[in-house]
């Protein structure tokens, strides 16, 4: 008997999901072979395609395995703020074989060695400016001390002149490194070593994010290629995503909402994302106009803030917008909405 709320699902959307049994790595790798000269970021100015995106991601992976020995199953720490090194990052890290641990940047030091030690990283990835951070835990023993820290600055993935949108701690100049466990991000690339054999299965852990912890210490969830495709397949069915889409990403990387939506789907799908560093309203509209964006994933206070920006009005792109929760009722913001209407709905993210 056919459940209940199939009387209301939507016409054109299958009921049931088949799941690809295939790993994140190989929908980078279709990408690169039908569109390997297509914008798959663009940051800040900076456009970064397909076949240069894999290029990179591999020889980073050929550098973990080569030189930090990370080896198949391992796991790797990953904190930074939205940039196209995360995304090098962490592709490369499951080119490897391993695992990503995405920490939040506002974690403290005992944060940090908390998640390495109950996720057993020994190799971690971090921006510049969150270096000190994890500065009692590079070189150390004990648990949760790392081996070796990979560094990046943003401002190395701005290729095109820094304009009005581009915020002052993105500009940033790369600094010198503090000590020899420390390995420079472009210096790393910069060797183009070969990535090891590809050997990781569908099953594989991809991704170990940890909880808020509200209830007690973070708790790691544990997402095989499986489990993070099968989200993402849904979402693309169930939002009319395609390859020709244009995604706005601004929720944090290292969170799920903005992993899989802002990452990991248009990567599948071959499509290309706009990537802002932090979230501004302003800049926001203008970034929509200017690329024609068509894919937008938030929360609901940013979506607020979003219909709430002065400007917002002479923008001509539809978006669609979908929260992570239930969003407020405005009814004095909604028809204030763009001439072409912003379609929001509500979604959820895999925990």
Not at 157 to 178: C, F, I, K, Q, Y
Not at 286 to 309: C, G, K, N, Q
Not at 316 to 337: E, Y
């Amino acid at each position: 008997m056919p459940a209940l709320h199939h009387r209301f699902w939507p016409k054109g959307i299958p009921q049931e999901l088949r799941v690809p049994r295939v790993t994140l790595i190989h929908y980078l790798d279709v990408a690169v072979q039908r569109y390997p000269d297509k914008p798959a970021i663009v940051y800040c100015g900076a456009v970064l395609g397909y076949a240069a995106l894999k290029a990179k991601v591999d020889a980073m992976a050929g550098y973990l395995h080569k030189q930090l020995g990370v080896q198949r199953g391992d796991r790797v720490l990953l904190m930074s703020q939205n940039c196209p090194q995360f995304v090098i990052a962490y592709y490369a890290v499951l080119r490897a074989g391993a695992a990503v641990v995405p920490v939040n940047p506002m974690s403290t030091a005992p944060e940090i060695r908390y998640y390495a030690a109950d996720s057993g990283a020994r190799v971690a990835f971090v921006a510049q400016e969150l270096l000190p951070q994890l500065a009692a835990c590079i070189g150390s023993s004990e648990a949760g001390g790392l081996d070796a820290v990979v560094v990046h600055a943003y401002s190395d993935s701005l290729t095109a002149p820094a304009g009005e949108e581009v915020p002052d701690w993105v500009r940033t100049a790369r600094a010198p490194l503090p000590g020899s466990a420390c390995h420079g991000f472009e210096e790393a690339l910069a060797l183009h070593l070969r990535p090891p054999a590809d050997t990781s299965t569908p099953d594989d852990l991809a991704v170990l994010p940890y909880t808020s912890g509200t209830t007690g210490h973070p708790k790691g969830c544990m997402h095989t290629h499986t489990t993070v495709l099968a989200s993402n397949v849904a979402s693309q069915v169930w939002k009319n995503l395609n390859v020709e889409s244009v995604f706005l990403c601004v929720a944090p990387l290292f969170h799920m909402l903005g992993m899989q939506n802002g990452m990991n789907v248009p990567i599948t799908l071959g499509a290309t994302v706009v990537m802002m560093p932090r979230w501004n309203p302003v800049t926001a509209v203008r970034l929509i106009e200017r690329h024609r964006v068509t894919a937008w994933t938030a929360p609901p206070a940013m979506v607020i803030d979003f219909l709430r920006s002065p400007g917002r009005s002479s923008a001509t792109c539809p978006v669609c917008a979908c929260s992570r929760a239930a969003v407020p009722p405005c009814p004095r913001l909604w028809p204030r909405c763009w001439p072409n209407g912003l379609a929001c709905s509500t979604t959820k993210a895999m925990a």
